[in-house]
């Protein structure tokens, strides 16, 4: 126990590093590596049971989205703020799909979308050690962790992803866009988008 405490404020104080890093960087290149090395190692520090209330404090004033809320990444405001500097305004999807450096609009014209969605986003869970299982709703967390569902919409004038999450009471939330609200939801299946993969995930411990 003793070890695990002592390997947590290594990992503290290495993400403090990281962001007192971040007004050093001077390209938007350099900013997504940077964060993919902070989730990384955040990812160890998270719950691998999601827990409603315990992650509402956590993440409800978080700049993340509905892919940082469902996967449990931390985003702290000052990365958030620099990609806003370095895209002017323009948000993409470099806060999430930590692996990929495509902006929404090489995203949203890919012919093949959603098998590019799922691409991401199984490139993004190898690189931060979480294992995944197929899985679905009604069925049971196997592997002790949590679910995540991930649905898409390939309109051809807008293509669109979103992502919620299963907590340790059986509910389901989600968190509605960048800075958006997380609120619990009712009816999960029911998504006006298409369904793409439910998985269970299981996050890294610290050994």
């Known amino acids: 126990m003793v070890i695990i405490k ?16 971040v007004a050093l960087v001077s390209s938007v290149q350099d900013l997504r590596v940077l964060y993919a090395e902070y989730c990384k190692l955040n990812i160890f520090l998270m719950n691998n049971i999601s827990n409603y209330e315990v992650d509402y404090e956590l993440f409800s004033n978080d700049f993340g989205n ?10 702290p405001d000052v990365f958030y703020k620099k990609f806003e500097e370095f895209e002017k305004g323009y948000r993409d999807f470099s806060i999430g799909f930590i692996s990929n450096p495509m902006v929404t609009g090489d995203l949203c014209r890919c ?12 490139k993004d869970l190898e690189d931060l050690q979480i294992e995944y299982f197929d899985s679905d709703f009604g069925i049971k967390n196997i592997h002790g962790g949590s679910k995540i569902a991930i649905f898409y919409n390939n309109g051809f004038i807008c293509r669109d992803f979103h992502v919620i999450r299963e907590n340790i009471d059986g509910s389901w939330s989600e968190k509605c866009g960048y800075g958006g609200n997380v609120q619990i939801i009712d009816e999960p299946q029911n998504n006006p988008y298409h369904l793409l993969k439910v998985l269970e995930l299981k996050k890294p411990k610290i050994k």
Do not use: V
């Open 6 to 21: 002592l390997r947590e404020q290594y990992i503290k104080l290495e993400l403090l590093k990281l962001k007192n890093r």
């Open 66 to 75: 509905c892919y940082t809320y469902a996967l449990g990444l931390d985003c």
């Open 111 to 122: 012919s093949d979308f959603s098998n590019k969605l799922m691409f991401n986003l199984i």
